[in-house]
């Protein structure tokens, strides 16, 4: 956890007193609605179809628990008593008014949450991996490095109204569970030969409707430099980056215009004017800003104790525990994820009464501490191995056992027709439906580990590019269609799924999606291939005839 | 629209002069970058008063560089609150290439940019509602605290915090 102290509840106070005062003349008239618009994107509240709907940082994706009950609290008094867990470390409440903004945005602010920055032309959330800090074997926490991010890039007085928006994500581990080749700058730390620890500085990915791969622009930037570096990269963008179409704004396309050595050299050209100014970090700097993160005081434990000998007797258990606990540096101790996906509810639902009680137990046995990750699940990342299971219990009793973390229906779906005014066709209503197909745990578990993506239009908020499978829902002749690819990837080896041939209507896209599992447990070499690494090398091929032949 | 400098709204002295009008002999004028660049010997040598240019945002300021240290004033230009190129080009002027005349904001300036402009070196602004040029005092007031270094020499909190923590050490 990151400790607020009083400069930062300085700044967030006063955005709160600002945006007030911005609502204030918006409901007078003194403003236009396109004025308002750009001051209530930059504070995350956007006119949906039904309502506003307000969208709220969760830096890095680390949450206490005093501050998810706040959360709770903003969902049962100014919503409908629940909230939506996004891809880029948010939460978004769908039926806000107006007129009580600001007094929950002051709600907010009282433990350190804000919604600065998380829509408009500026830059977003940093985001990072889920497990940061607590993932055997990463180089560093990320989460000092995406904090310095974090206020460098919040009001910056230069980078407010870029050509689009832009974003940021890190990670320190091999494997990667930030998604950094989908972002506009994607940073992965590390160690060079000297033992300094540095960055690989990606650029230009990203998804919507011209989906790119990020290319390393510079394979190691010291880390003293990396504000510095950021700025140059984003002075570049502010400069020439389109502003004549918004589809070709976001630096992805600026990147494959001019091609990255060009790119890059106009970057390194700016960086080397600024790299020894004001934005040089230094290690006190560094260390003040990691003396403000709280870590827990591990004991030393068992590596594995009786109470989980025991627990394995009992199937259920066993089941949840294999999918949803993960390794942790500490001995003793593990991660556990949280599905929000339960069978035949939206992907990353959670109500007002789960928060109020996943708090709870974060507070019994996660030191207080849950995390968000871009799956749109929770995490609890410091759990004594011989709690998981009083966690488990504790999950179920509110529903959120639920045993098909990384499963088929893990699903990532975006919120599509049901409340997007951008959308094209239904999004959850499919994600609920293959939910159903695949609720048999044993069948799941047979096949493995599976992501599928669901996106309601082009934009790609669900990654469909990048879901084992995707699923794109397009219109045509205002009946709502959906474009299947398969091979997409998020992790280190990212990479954008294959079409498989032309989009099928709603009511064959479970149908479809079941052809495709079939297929790939016939052809899959062993039972640990994954359905991707079937896929990359058979190629799609046999998924198109297995799932065409028959239409 | 009313100009706002120094916290005031004061009378512009500059006089805008089109392409092919015809310069006054006396006076402070202000002249697009084509008209500049056509002769700047002609203008920035005149004798009757001072002169100033409105710079396009998506023109680099390179090209304004050697003429920088004989204007009085440059303006650059917001066609749309949400187009911000010029904060780069405000930037690089004063930071970069140390202009130290009025640093102009034009076109569609608003009370919620005055904080961003002031913060990139602007001061002085071509507001467009009359309601924000008399807010301007109470709104640049807004915040108090800055997390990122930019130009204005203001500390970042990043250095602020390592003060506090020198004060309290040393135990003042
Ligand atoms: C309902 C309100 C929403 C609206 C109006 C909206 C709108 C958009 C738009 C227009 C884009 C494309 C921007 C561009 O490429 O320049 C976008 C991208 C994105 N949105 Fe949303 N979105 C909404 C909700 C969500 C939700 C609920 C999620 C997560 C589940 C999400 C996650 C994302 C992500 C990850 C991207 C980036 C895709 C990429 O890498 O290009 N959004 N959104
Ligand atoms: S992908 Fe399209 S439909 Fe889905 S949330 Fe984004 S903008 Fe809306």
Not at chain 1, 531 to 550: C, H, I, N, S
Request: negative net charge; contains cysteine.
């Amino acid at each position: 956890m990151y400790a607020y102290d009083e400069i930062d509840r300085t700044l967030v106070n006063e955005r709160v007193a600002e945006f007030r005062d911005q609502v204030k003349r918006r409901l007078s008239g003194e403003l236009s609605e396109d004025e308002f618009k750009m001051l209530r994107l930059q504070n995350g509240v956007y006119l949906q179809l039904h309502a506003y709907m307000y969208r709220i940082a969760i830096p890095y994706g680390t949450l206490s628990s005093e501050q998810l009950r706040r959360l709770a609290h903003v969902a049962r008094r100014y919503d409908r008593g629940y909230g939506h867990f996004t891809t880029r470390q948010n939460i978004q409440f769908n039926w806000i008014k107006l007129a009580e903004l600001p007094d929950a945005m002051a709600d907010l602010a009282e433990v350190g949450i804000q919604s600065m920055q998380t829509s408009g032309n500026n830059m977003r959330n940093v985001t990072s991996d889920q497990w940061a800090g607590v993932a055997p074997g990463e180089i560093e926490d990320p989460r000092i490095w995406a904090e310095l991010l974090r206020q460098f890039t919040t009001l910056h007085p230069e980078f407010s109204f870029l050509p689009r928006k832009f974003k940021i994500a890190i990670t320190a581990s091999e494997h990667d569970r930030a998604a950094i080749k989908i972002h506009d700058i994607g940073l992965r730390l590390l160690k060079n030969e000297q033992g300094q620890t540095g960055f690989e500085v990606l650029v230009g990915g990203g998804l919507g409707r011209s989906p790119f791969i990020a290319k390393t622009i510079k394979p190691f930037v010291h880390g003293h430099d990396i504000l510095s570096y950021v700025e140059a990269i984003l002075r570049v963008y502010n400069q020439y980056g389109r502003r004549d179409n918004i589809y070709k704004a976001r630096i992805k396309i600026l990147v494959h215009e001019l091609g990255i050595e060009k790119f890059a050299a106009e970057v390194e050209e700016e960086w080397q004017q600024i790299r020894d100014g004001v934005l040089k970090l230094d290690d006190g700097i560094i260390e003040d800003i990691r003396s403000r993160f709280f870590y827990p005081a591990y004991e030393t434990l068992p590596h594995m104790p009786d109470e989980l000998k025991q627990a394995a007797h009992d199937a259920k258990f066993e089941a949840w525990r294999k999918n949803s606990v993960s390794a942790h540096k500490v001995q003793g101790y593990a991660i556990v994820t949280v599905s929000l996906k339960p069978v035949g509810k939206p992907p990353g639902d959670a109500t007002a009464d789960q928060m109020d009680a996943l708090a709870d137990i974060a507070d019994k046995y996660s030191f207080g501490e849950i995390r968000v990750g871009h799956e749109q699940n929770l995490a609890l990342p410091h759990v004594r191995k011989r709690d998981l299971p009083a966690v488990w219990k504790a999950l179920e009793a509110i529903g959120l056992a639920i045993p098909n973390v990384n499963l088929v229906s893990d699903i990532i779906a975006c919120p599509g027709l049901d409340y997007c005014s951008l959308a094209n066709a239904r999004s959850i209503p499919i994600a609920q439906e293959i939910t159903r197909r695949f609720a048999n745990h044993d069948t799941a578990n047979l096949i493995g580990r599976l992501h599928v993506n669901i996106s309601g239009c082009i934009n790609a908020c669900g990654h469909h590019h990048v879901g084992h499978i995707g699923i794109l829902g397009v219109e045509k002749n205002n009946e709502e269609f959906y474009q299947i690819t398969i091979g997409g990837r998020a992790d280190e080896g990212a990479e954008l799924g294959t079409l498989i041939g032309p989009a099928v209507p709603y009511a064959e896209v479970a149908d479809v999606v079941e052809d495709i599992v079939e297929a790939y447990l016939a052809l899959r070499a062993r039972p640990e291939e994954l359905f991707v690494d079937t896929v990359k090398r058979l190629g799609v091929e046999p998924f198109r005839e297995r799932v065409y032949a028959t239409r | 629209m009313p100009l706002v400098k120094g916290g005031h709204i004061i009378a512009d002295e500059f006089v805008r002069i089109t392409d092919d009008a015809e310069l006054p002999a006396q006076g402070a004028i202000l002249v697009s970058e084509t008209r500049l660049l056509a002769d700047p010997q002609a203008l920035l040598g005149r004798t009757g008063g001072k002169c100033g240019v409105i710079w396009p945002n998506n023109r680099d300021v390179d090209d304004l560089v050697p003429h920088l240290d004989r204007l009085a004033l440059v303006g650059l230009v917001f066609p749309s609150f949400r187009d911000g190129r010029a904060y780069t080009q405000a930037r690089l002027l004063r930071e970069r290439y140390g202009y130290r005349g009025e640093l102009r904001a034009t076109g569609q300036v608003l009370r919620d940019q005055f904080v961003f402009m002031l913060r990139a070196g602007f001061d002085a602004f071509e507001v467009k509602k009359q309601a924000d040029a008399e807010a301007f005092t109470e709104t640049v007031k807004r915040y108090s605290v800055f997390y990122q270094p930019a130009g204005d020499g203001r500390i970042s909190a990043l250095h602020q915090r390592l003060q506090l923590r020198h004060s309290e050490s040393a135990g003042l």
